[in-house]
């Protein structure tokens, strides 16, 4: 059971907006800010937004995150088949003294 | 640009240790402007923190494996290591290490980037 909850599945279809949700208390969302990874097929997982809102460089703007409580939120805009992934939200939890993951949702482009 | 590259035996027998080096390359493990971190993903499931260290040794640890991890950082060598012992099946996953960084501010902000390709470890007699 993660400390984190998520969807286990998402999907769309191509050019819509998705968004995936991760829900939390007050001793990991509440307080500190949340981190996406992207994990394709076969490969490590990726930073894909950090401090809860903001993109590395190279992640398309398509993708952008928010925060609100305990709860975050990734959206993919103009969604492409290349989405296809595991995402998975991560924060610190004060409480634990560790880091924290979702579950992880997988996302299918239809 | 910094690469990490894991590395370890692929196979380890129930109750033995198992042990794992992330070598850092295209930057120092020195920087004190971060930290370094293993997680571990069992097949067809999701991500796991284990534990983070800084260049200053401070660590930190999953309460879950805190009793079996041991996390280091060998300056000479430019690489992180992990020991987990007493090793079971449940043990069995693909291991990552990745840089870590830290902002503080209101809120404190925890981000792992880059990551490893990983390094699958089964635990089997």
């Known amino acids: 059971q993660s400390v984190l909850t998520q969807p286990p599945s998402a999907s769309g279809t191509p050019g819509q907006r998705v968004t995936i949700s991760c829900s939390g208390s007050?001793?990991?969302?509440?307080?500190?800010?949340v981190n996406w990874y992207q994990q394709l097929p076969g490969t490590a997982p990726k930073l894909l937004i950090y401090?809860?809102?903001l993109r590395p460089s190279g992640v398309p703007d398509r993708f952008s995150g928010s925060k609100s409580g305990t709860s975050a939120s990734l959206a993919i805009s103009g969604l492409q088949s290349e989405d296809e992934a595991d995402y998975y939200c991560?924060?610190?939890?004060?409480?634990?003294?560790?880091?924290?993951f979702g579950g992880g949702t997988s996302l299918t482009v239809l | 640009q910094v690469q990490l590259q894991e590395s370890g035996p692929g196979l380890v027998k129930p109750s033995q240790t198992l042990s794992l080096t992330c070598t850092v390359s295209?930057?120092?493990?020195?920087?004190?402007?971060?930290?370094w971190t293993w997680i571990r993903q069992p097949a067809g499931k999701g991500l796991e923190w284990i534990a983070r260290?800084?260049?200053?040794?401070?660590?930190n640890y999953n309460p879950s494996l805190k009793s079996r991890v041991t996390i280091s950082v060998d300056r000479s060598k430019n690489h992180l290591s992990l020991k987990l012992s007493s090793v079971t099946a449940a043990d069995t996953a693909t291991y990552y290490c990745?840089?870590?960084?830290?902002?503080?501010?209101?809120?404190?902000?925890?981000?792992?980037?880059?990551w490893g390709q990983g390094t699958l470890v089964s635990v089997s007699s």
């Open positions: 990745a840089r870590g960084y830290t902002y503080y501010d209101v809120e404190t902000s925890d981000w792992f980037d880059p």
């Open positions: 295209g930057g120092s493990i020195s920087d004190i402007d971060y930290y």
């Open positions: 260290i800084y260049t200053s040794g401070r660590a």
């Open positions: 007050g001793s990991n969302i509440g307080s500190n800010t």
């Open positions: 401090k809860s809102n």
């Open positions: 991560a924060t610190w939890d004060d409480s634990l003294n560790a880091c924290v």
